[in-house]
Structure formats: C-alpha cells, structure tokens
C-alpha cells in the first residue's frame, strides 16, 4: 500500500474517532444547559441538543474531508508522522473551536433564559425618610 494512502487511512480513523468521542461528551454535558435553557418543556431540550450534534457532526466530518488532500506525496514513515500530526493538529483545533463556540451559545442562551424566567421586581412599600424632599 501506497505510503500516501495509509497516511490517509489512519487520518480519517483519528480524525472520526475523535470527532465522535467530543460530539458525544458535548451532547452529555449541554442536556444540563438545554435543561435551564428550556425549563417549560421536557422534549425541546433533547430535540435541540440533537441537532446541535448533527450541526457539529455535519461542520467537523466537512472539515476533516476537504482537509484530507495533501499538497504533497508520502515516501517515509517520518513524512507520513510528519504529516498526520499537521493534519490531526488542525483538526483537533478546529474541533476545539467548535466546542467554545457551542459552549458559548449555550451560555449566552442560558443567561437570556435566566433573564426572561427571573422573578419580577418587587415595587417598593415606601419610601426612605428624607427623600421626600428631593422629589
């Protein structure tokens, strides 16, 4: 088998593996943010996290396929680590980006849930003494 080929091969196990492994940890730890997010309802938490998931499946595997070309030909063992560890570097990069990116969505979708589902201020039974004069 072409030295090429193999680079190739075991870049996609890698990159498939690991693209799963953080889908998978990213869909168990958001259920708890969908959770707060959408305290209302009990199926749009999961309905939600599911397509996350999808999304993040869809952008990552994209990525790590038009990522697999290489501008170069493989001869040695020492260029096929060379270049797994390039292209497994940036897929790891991409994949962590596309983590803080949803942890950031689910965050900032918490805090307007928490915003809109707070408890209404209460109006005020009187006033301090003295400040009646400054009105």
Known sequence: ???????YV????????????????LSRAGRVFLAQVFPDSEQLPEAVNHLLVVGFYLVNLGFVSLYLKSGSTTDT?????EGLSVKEGVVLLVLGGMHLGNVFVL???RSSSRRDHGIPPIPPTGYLAGAEAEL
């Open 1 to 7: 088998m072409d030295l090429t080929v193999l680079t």
């Open 10 to 25: 075991i870049y996609l196990l890698i990159s498939v593996v690991l693209t799963v492994w953080v889908a998978r940890t």
């Open 77 to 81: 063992a020492r260029q096929v680590f």
């Open 107 to 109: 965050n900032k979708l």
